[in-house]
């Protein structure tokens, strides 16, 4: 009989496949169960040596397979399959066993699912897992949360098949409950808004800076030689350099205007509403994929109105103005993420370190970038950091961004270019660095509407006007 394998994993997907094939070649033992035999077969036929790596469609065969306590990842769809693997599984599990789920599922199912199996004394584990396919299988980012003693039984395993920065795994136990989870959807609205900005870069560079594909390319490339260096400006530069293989030219002009979405982004944006706290450069950006999504109203609606004419422009000056535009934007994404996390930390009880979870981000994950070393210092130096713009270390970066974002929006406007979450960010940064605002005549309007009171500048206390009597 076969010695009992090291870890299991539930769902044997191009994902699962990938994450099970990387955790055989890290020296553990690793068993995978789907209820399709072509994907069992699949894994059985990819990693050679049963002994090593194997499959069963039985799930009874693969809970027996496994050692004690057994680990076992699910890689599955969020939502009502989660619950029906749970429901499938849960009978042949024992005290101590560890249940991970490696999808994105929504926090508060997590929560629940905590619960539920704690009756049985079933430690169950929400585990953010970035990096696609090819993270999957090469060195993804993850992100762990529950119980902490209990995350020591599978800490070897995670940090093996995790990417490694500068030799150090990007892996940690993040916080109890439903803190892995909650940190994997914040990063994905993170990852909304900087697909987002990285998009307005490229269109206002190609139509106003009239640049071609090629051009284009060589300008995320060199970018990302630079302080823009992250996953995302390198994938934009192999992108715009790929020609389309179905007919002339390149793909990226070929492909339609319509972005979707699994709704991680969307989760951020409500959660964030929530918590009272602002990140309107994610929102923008969830808001982009639905305004996409209506191609042909946009096409109505593009014949009957005039655009302004596309001025010609210096390519060379647009290209230093939009490198600092989108290096200042994508502080206000991170930062506008990192203050939700924050937020949420104190609101849901998750004791996260912020300087962990950037660092755990610095490879493997999609919104990996070299200015995450930057922010995982800030938050080291001050692990009480309310907010990144507050950082010493970023405010000279800032200052020094942000003429050309003026420059370069003003410029957008007048040329008709939509740059909403540019635009968003900017405005962000103008509200969080204003000291009064023109809310005192919000106050003013709900009190008279409403005799909601209002509070004063000059003296302590709760007031209420009679603005006007007939």
Wanted: proline share 4%.
């Amino acid at each position: 009989m076969n010695e009992p394998y090291d870890f299991g994993l539930i769902g044997l997907g191009v994902m699962g496949r990938n994450f099970i094939l990387n955790v055989a070649d890290k020296g553990f033992s690793a068993l995978g169960h789907d209820l399709d035999s072509e994907k069992v077969s699949a894994l059985k036929e990819e990693g050679g040596n049963p002994e090593k790596v194997d499959a069963t469609t039985e799930i009874k065969d693969f809970v027996a397979g496994l050692s004690k306590p057994r680990k076992i990842m699910l890689l599955v769809p969020a939502g009502k399959a989660v619950d029906a693997v749970i429901s499938s599984i849960r009978p042949y599990l024992e005290n101590g066993d560890l249940l991970i789920d490696g999808g994105n599922s929504f926090f508060s199912d997590t929560d629940r699912r905590t619960t539920e199996l704690a009756d049985k004394g079933i430690h169950f584990f929400g585990a953010g897992v970035s990096g696609g396919a090819k993270g999957a299988r090469l060195g993804p980012s993850i992100m762990p949360g529950g119980s902490k003693e209990a995350y020591e039984h599978i800490r070897p395993v995670f940090e093996a098949v995790a990417a490694k920065y500068e030799g150090e795994p990007c892996v940690a136990y993040l916080g109890p409950k439903s803190a892995g989870n909650y940190v994997k959807m914040v990063h994905n609205g993170i990852e909304y808004g900087l697909m987002q900005l990285t998009s307005e870069v490229y269109d206002f560079l190609k139509r106003v800076g009239n640049l071609d594909n090629l051009a284009l390319q060589k300008v995320f490339s060199d970018w990302n030689k630079g302080r823009l260096q992250s996953y995302l400006v390198e994938i934009t530069a192999n992108i715009l350099g790929t020609r389309d293989k179905l007919g002339d030219g390149f793909l990226v002009d070929q492909i339609l205007d319509k972005a979707k979405q699994k709704g991680t982004g969307k989760w951020t944006s409500q959660n964030a509403m929530d918590l009272g706290i602002p990140v309107p450069t994610i929102d923008i950006a969830v808001s982009m994929r639905q305004i996409s999504a209506l191609k042909e109203l946009r096409q109505t609606a593009d014949g009957n109105y005039d655009h302004p004419g596309l001025e010609s422009e210096d390519p060379a000056a647009l290209i230093r103005l939009a490198e600092a535009a989108l290096y200042f934007s994508f502080i206000i994404a991170y930062s506008q993420g990192l203050h939700q996390l924050r937020e949420a930390s104190e609101e849901y009880g998750y004791e996260l370190q912020l300087s962990t979870i950037a660092k755990i981000w610095r490879a493997g994950c999609i919104i990996r970038a070299g200015l995450l070393q930057d922010i995982s210092h800030a938050f080291s130096k001050n692990a009480d950091l309310e907010h990144l713009l507050l950082a010493p270390d970023m405010i000279p970066l800032i200052r020094e961004a942000v003429p050309s974002v003026r420059t370069l929006l003003k410029k957008a406007i007048d040329n008709g270019v939509p740059m909403p979450g540019l635009s968003s960010a900017l405005v962000y940064f103008d509200a969080f660095t204003s000291g009064r605002l023109s809310l005192n005549l919000i106050q003013a309007q709900r009190d008279y509407f409403g005799a909601h009171t209002y509070e004063r500048v000059d003296r302590e206390g709760t007031f209420h006007t009679e603005w006007y009597k007939d």
